[in-house]
């Protein structure tokens, strides 16, 4: 893979379980180590330089990072200690405008509210890039609009950048500027959300005549759709289709190898 991710934007990195997403990111901070190739961080390698890496990200992992024994205050006092950069009256404040105190033990949390708190923390390092991964998968449609609404606050306001790794494609199309579909360890797409539409239409499955296709698959009805992208007519493809239609394809061309 080769891509660069630009400032004042939110990437959604989308794939199939498996494909990659998680280490990319551990890889970003030097929690995995790449076979080959190079990847910077401002142009740092965490590699070489772990700790400028690391204090050039936010990160919330797939898994929860938080104590549940533990007030969210206690985690706020960590977080401190460990990054004197640490931006505490600023994550306090994301933490109040969730609806929350800092008295409150973290094993009384709803997934919501753990959810806020580990994006309080990671914005509260005001890093210049964000790495949030899986962040939205247990969270409820109201609680993932709110999570959502507030990265993007925090984004505009900075000129940050934040690659937002997510099964469930219909939320990151709205916040998301750039898009990048990973399959097997290999970038299928990477472009901005617009220029990903511009250039993908969907038509019916029956009615190809002969057209090359990005990759089949079932539309909501059951009905077999196509993606592609040859100019040709169609109607403007969704970003879930055009991910659905990546996905799809690489899914054929592996059985086709084994």
Not at 21 to 33: D, Q, Y
Not at 78 to 107: C, K, N, Q, W
Not at 187 to 213: D, Q
Request: hydrophobic share 40%; with cysteine; charged share 20%.
């Amino acid at each position: 893979m080769s891509f660069e991710i630009p400032h004042n934007s939110i990437t959604a990195l989308v794939g199939p379980n498996g494909a990659g997403k998680s280490t990319l990111m551990r890889a970003c901070i030097g929690f995995e180590r790449p076979d080959a190739g190079r990847l910077l961080i401002f142009g740092t390698d965490p590699m070489q330089d772990r700790v400028a890496a690391v204090n050039a990200t936010g990160y919330v992992p797939q898994a929860s990072a938080l104590y549940r024994n533990l007030s969210i205050g206690d985690h706020l006092a960590m977080a401190r200690a460990a990054r004197p950069s640490f931006d505490r009256a600023y994550a306090t404040r994301r933490i109040r405008d969730a609806g929350l105190s800092e008295g409150r033990t973290v094993g009384g949390l709803s997934g919501g509210e753990k959810a806020q708190v580990s994006l309080a923390l990671a914005l509260g390092t005001r890093a210049p890039l964000l790495l949030l991964d899986e962040p939205l998968a247990n969270l409820d449609p109201l609680a993932r609009r709110d999570f959502l609404t507030t990265l993007v606050e925090d984004i505009r306001e900075r000129g940050a950048a934040a690659i937002l790794s997510s099964h469930i494609v219909t939320d990151v199309e709205q916040v998301c500027d750039w898009v990048m579909i990973l399959v097997d360890g290999r970038v299928t797409l990477h472009g901005t959300v617009v220029s990903a539409r511009e250039t993908h239409t969907t038509v019916s499955a029956g009615g190809l005549g002969g057209r090359a296709t990005v990759g089949t698959f079932a539309g909501p009805g059951g009905e077999a759709l196509a993606l592609v992208s040859d100019g040709g007519p169609g109607r403007p493809s969704s970003l879930e289709e055009i991910v659905l239609g990546h996905l799809a394809a690489a899914r054929t061309n592996r059985a086709a190898l084994q």
